[in-house]
């Protein structure tokens, strides 16, 4: 028997440097763990009911018609660019030029990706709202870039305009806003939109907004940062069809922005899937044209249930920061006696069977969100009654 060798390259990790301290997505061991437990899974943001009939219907029926099944387009099918220019136009009054201004992409984490590695360079610096979502801290990682969280702090969340000026160095290329914010449900107010402009425009800095929970704003409405003055030339907005129409596993996300910047995030988005989601393309371009009754009743259906969830879980004694927006409810564990989120999770599904997600993960300053846990109530209302009454166990 031959002698066992070592493994090639053994002498540096397989895994680039720049990845190597993220691992296995926090999303990934929850809802494992929700699998081998059998837990209720209020962890990962997806829906457990699929969206409009009509919608699902129109993929149907793209498949079978054979629009889509061979590789569309690369900026995107024109039906689905058009139908972004008009969703921006019809919500927002903001006109886009579908050919030269609009990209889809494989949902808005691509696009996020695409955005971050076309515009960065090793050594600039992106101001991003912490906690942020996992995915951002990666794509700037692995362009090099260097992150500068601006924190959200409990109870209220909202962002600190002087300390944001105060982050701002000849190296800052970028700003990365997410508002309705994942996850501690923030929403920006028009008045922190326009210091974030002002900013950006009197030091010409760039801004990415991922704004895919546009449509879940549960108080007041959201302003797009790209319907402020100055803000237009230098935006990148980016959302998708997957949280507004519960079609998660479609992943068919865009990007509006002017021609030079859209051109920018193509010429990396080409090489990363080039194209994706032929048929689901044209779906989501009928599903943005539905009328604005399907966009309020799924509003105050996930109101409903953010109340149904918040409840139960100051019930079971956990401080509840009421979300503005998204799918998620930020809670504060600490009330129970619990000093680490992630144990406490890790724990959870032995505890009750429910799982949730740590938010300490979304920190790069751990001790600010050690104690929060987000809590997704995009399910059915029976299966957040059911989450309700075993987290009594508590």
Not at 16 to 35: C, D, P, V, Y
Not at 203 to 229: I, K, M, N, Q
Not at 357 to 384: H, M, S
Request: aromatic share 8%; glycine share 8%.
């Amino acid at each position: 028997m031959a002698p066992m060798s070592a493994p090639v390259g053994s002498d540096r990790p397989f895994l680039n440097r720049r990845l190597a301290a993220f691992g296995t997505t926090i999303f990934a061991e929850m809802s494992a763990l929700a699998a081998r437990t059998g837990s209720i899974n209020l962890g990962q943001g997806f829906p457990d009911t699929d969206g409009p009939a009509e919608v699902a219907e129109a993929a149907v029926r793209a498949i079978r018609d054979g629009r889509g099944n061979q590789y569309p387009p690369g900026p995107g099918v024109p039906e689905l660019r058009e139908a972004i220019a008009a969703h921006q136009r019809r919500f927002y009054g903001l006109g886009y030029d579908p050919d030269t201004e609009v990209l889809v992409t494989a949902g808005a984490t691509e696009a996020i990706a695409a955005a971050l590695l076309a515009l960065l360079e090793p050594g600039d610096e992106v101001i991003a709202l912490e906690p942020f979502y996992d995915s951002y801290a990666a794509c700037i990682a692995m362009a090099g870039a260097v992150r500068v969280p601006l924190t959200l702090r409990a109870p209220d969340f909202r962002p600190d305009l002087d300390a944001l000026r105060d982050a701002v160095t000849p190296r800052t290329r970028l700003l990365l806003l997410n508002t309705p914010h994942n996850p501690t449900g923030t929403v920006l107010t028009p008045e922190e939109l326009a210091a974030v402009a002002e900013l950006a425009v009197e030091r010409d800095l760039l801004v990415v907004t991922d704004e895919v929970y546009e449509h879940l704003v549960f108080e007041g409405g959201h302003t797009p940062l790209a319907s402020l003055p100055g803000m237009r030339e230098r935006t990148v907005t980016i959302s998708s069809a997957g949280k507004t129409f519960s079609f998660t596993g479609w992943k068919v996300g865009w990007i509006t922005a002017p021609p030079a910047l859209v051109s920018a995030v193509r010429s990396a988005k080409q090489f990363l899937t080039y194209v994706s989601s032929g048929p689901f393309q044209y779906a989501v371009a009928e599903a943005l044209a539905l009328p604005d009754t399907y966009y309020d009743a799924f509003r105050a259906d996930l109101a409903a249930k953010r109340d149904l969830l918040a409840d139960g879980l100051t019930a079971a004694g956990l401080r509840v920061f009421r979300p503005q927006g998204t799918y998620f409810i930020t809670t504060d564990v600490s009330p129970l006696g619990e000093k680490d989120g992630l144990a406490f999770c890790r724990s959870l599904p032995e505890r009750c069977g429910v799982v949730a997600i740590p938010n300490q993960v979304f920190y790069d300053d751990r001790e600010a969100g050690a104690t929060q846990v987000r809590w997704a109530f995009c399910k059915k209302t029976e299966v957040l009654r059911e989450a309700v009454d075993r987290l009594r166990a508590l």
